[in-house]
């Protein structure tokens, strides 16, 4: 049975402090992850106020662009160039959130992360494998209509794994802050931007009980307009002016303004940073709503729902606007940049996938070079082994006597899993670029110390721990690279330390490396390494070319190097500019492993060792 709402009210300071106590490694991981570039932020109801918070810290952290929206906002979005995206979700049940994952799968939001109280593995039906699940652990309550503790619980977990330390008792006397008046049909609340979220859960829980009409702007866009319509409605509209410290000063001459219009003006303020002032005004708001229901007679936890609201709520959505998959082109346009409307742009790649897909029909191939992690194996399930039925098509493919490459970051740990499903037999036949290319070896031949660093590989560790971000980072010195990641307490997304690791290592006397950036770690690697080096070694071995696969195919992706050497490219998930190379041919909108198979299937025998193409039809050609 659900508990009422003043209830849900008491349970907050209990909430708050089981938060502050809970580990939230998931979330820093994801918040760094996301960090990297531009995000969208995922809301739906109650949540959208979590999503402008954490846009705030995704600002805040990254210095990247954070834009705010619902599930329909995504769908309504041009696929990005280059974006992650984050989706709230307590419950992730209803058919909004399921479409939404599906879309930032599809659409290359990378990463792609779902914050929500259940566990990864109540999902699977609903999150692919490049979903990144950071699940938080519910409120020990069964909420009502409207959502409280879980709001705290998540905004309490985002802002402790951005690396702030919340205060205690920042949950105790949330009742001395002034309600609006019942008899007010408007409330005009004035914050600044980093209190956004707190006007947001106001407006929100306002509108779905029907209590007040909320009006929001910020301290100094109220100053362009709405003084005027204020002054019309003073009587019937009460003006609350949220503030912080860093705030205070303008709130308190805007409100001492908005006052001389003859509204009742109230101020609702707290001494801590922005992001506790914004937490613990989070929690006023929740406490004013239940005074102002409570004048009015409203249940928030047990709302009557009128019939047309369980309509809306229940409205089939995905058969409704379930997008179709992009075709190779548009993904090419979405690389650009460009609108896939654009004509003269698309009739210039159309022209260019035509005649891509009508040579490499008839090209002899000998063999394929392919990434490993993200393309033959989800990113996620990168220490498990291929699927079945990918490891069934190499080991087709070997047996017909085609060459196989792997070019990847990883180390022995490559070695020994390939050696787990690949038959002693056939081992000659795959050759291995290991640390991106440092490392070139047979299968079929054992791997000497790769922990014993070279000359090079001593010097980047040695400038790197001499260095005034030695304390911030740990080093996992190889044969052919140095692993970099940043120490949990320094807080520094890859994007920044590899940016921070490479200023380092240009530093007089430049060391002739260079720095690659992945999602999960940064690389140091000697300056001629590439994973080209592998496709090299297996087009020796035949009269014929080579056919290069990977999943980073665009600028600054680590498989770039991999799929612009060679017109005979194909990206599983982004792809390049380039339009000789580098095609993302599914318009099914699979990606990395569900990608790979139907490409490895379209690999015809045409004499031993000699393989076809035969790229499976278009969509539109069906």
Request: hydrophobic share 40%.
């Amino acid at each position: 049975m659900r508990v009422s709402y003043s209830r849900e009210l008491e349970q907050l300071p209990v909430t708050f402090e089981a938060a502050r106590r809970l580990p939230v490694d998931q979330l820093a991981d994801a918040l760094q992850r996301l960090a990297a570039g531009p995000a969208r932020i995922v809301g739906t109801g109650g949540t959208l106020a979590l999503a402008r918070l954490t846009a705030d810290l995704h600002e805040a952290i990254g210095g990247q662009v954070a834009a705010v929206t619902t599930p329909l906002g995504l769908l309504a979005s041009p696929p990005p160039t280059r974006s992650g995206a984050i989706l709230f979700s307590a419950r992730a049940k209803h058919p909004d959130a399921a479409l939404c994952l599906e879309r930032m799968e599809s659409a290359n939001y990378r990463p792609s992360i779902l914050v929500t109280h259940r566990r990864p593995d109540e999902l699977a039906d609903i999150a692919g494998p490049e979903i990144q699940i950071a699940s938080i652990q519910p409120p020990d309550l069964d909420e009502g209509f409207l959502a409280t503790n879980s709001i705290v619980a998540m905004a309490t977990s985002m802002i402790k794994a951005s690396g702030e330390d919340l205060p205690d008792g920042l949950f105790d006397g949330l009742d001395e802050y002034e309600a609006p008046r019942s008899d007010v049909t408007q409330v005009l609340v004035v914050y600044p931007p980093h209190l956004e979220a707190v006007a947001i859960d106001l407006e929100t829980r306002c509108s779905e009980l029907g209590l007040i009409s909320v009006q929001l702007s910020d301290l100094r866009n109220v100053a362009h307009g709405r003084h005027t319509g204020l002054a019309r409605r003073a009587k019937d509209t009460t003006v609350l002016a949220l503030s912080d410290e860093a705030s205070r000063p303008l709130s308190e001459k805007v409100a001492d303004l908005l006052a001389k219009s003859g509204a009742k003006t109230i101020r609702w303020h707290s001494p801590g940073s922005r992001r506790a002032s914004c937490l613990r005004l989070l929690g006023a708001s929740m406490y004013a709503v239940g005074e102002v229901a409570s004048a009015q007679t409203v249940q928030p936890s047990r709302p009557k729902v009128p019939e047309f609201g369980r309509g809306l709520y229940r409205l089939p959505i995905r058969r409704i606007l379930r997008p179709e998959p992009s075709s190779p082109v548009d993904l090419k346009l979405q690389a650009v940049g460009i609108d896939a409307g654009h004509a003269d742009l698309r009739a210039t790649y159309e022209k260019a996938e035509e005649s891509w897909r009508a040579a490499i029909s008839g090209v002899d191939f000998v063999g394929i070079v392919l990434d490993y992690d993200g393309t033959v194996c989800h990113t996620a399930e990168r220490y498990d082994l291929p699927r079945a039925e990918i490891r069934e098509q190499f080991l087709r493919l070997l047996s017909a006597g085609l060459n196989l490459g792997f070019a990847s970051g990883r180390g022995r740990s490559l070695h020994d899993e390939l050696r787990k499903w690949v038959p002693e037999e056939d081992w000659r036949h795959v050759h291995l670029g290991l640390y991106n290319g440092a490392t070139l070896i047979r299968l079929d031949e054992d791997l000497g110390n790769l922990r014993q660093p070279s000359a090079l590989m001593e010097q980047v560790s040695e400038r790197l721990n001499s260095s005034l971000i030695a304390d911030l980072i740990e080093l996992t010195p190889r044969v052919g690279q140095v692993g970099v990641i940043a120490k949990s307490s320094a807080y520094l997304p890859p994007s920044k330390l590899a940016a921070l690791v490479s200023e380092a290592t240009r530093r007089h006397p430049r060391l002739d490396v260079k720095v690659a950036c992945s999602a999960h770690s940064v690389d140091v690697l000697a300056a001629d390494t590439s994973k080209v080096s592998v496709t090299e070694r297996v087009r020796a071995l035949g009269s014929g070319e080579v056919l290069a696969i990977g999943d980073r195919g665009e600028w600054g992706g680590n498989d770039f190097e991999l799929l612009a050497d060679t017109r005979w490219s194909i990206t599983v998930d982004m792809c390049s500019v380039d339009p000789s190379r580098c095609w993302n041919v599914d318009d099914r909108g699979r990606r990395g492993p569900a990608a790979l198979l139907p490409l490895l299937k379209s690999m015809k025998r045409r004499r031993a060792g000699v393989f076809r193409l035969v790229l499976p039809a278009r969509r539109s050609d069906a």
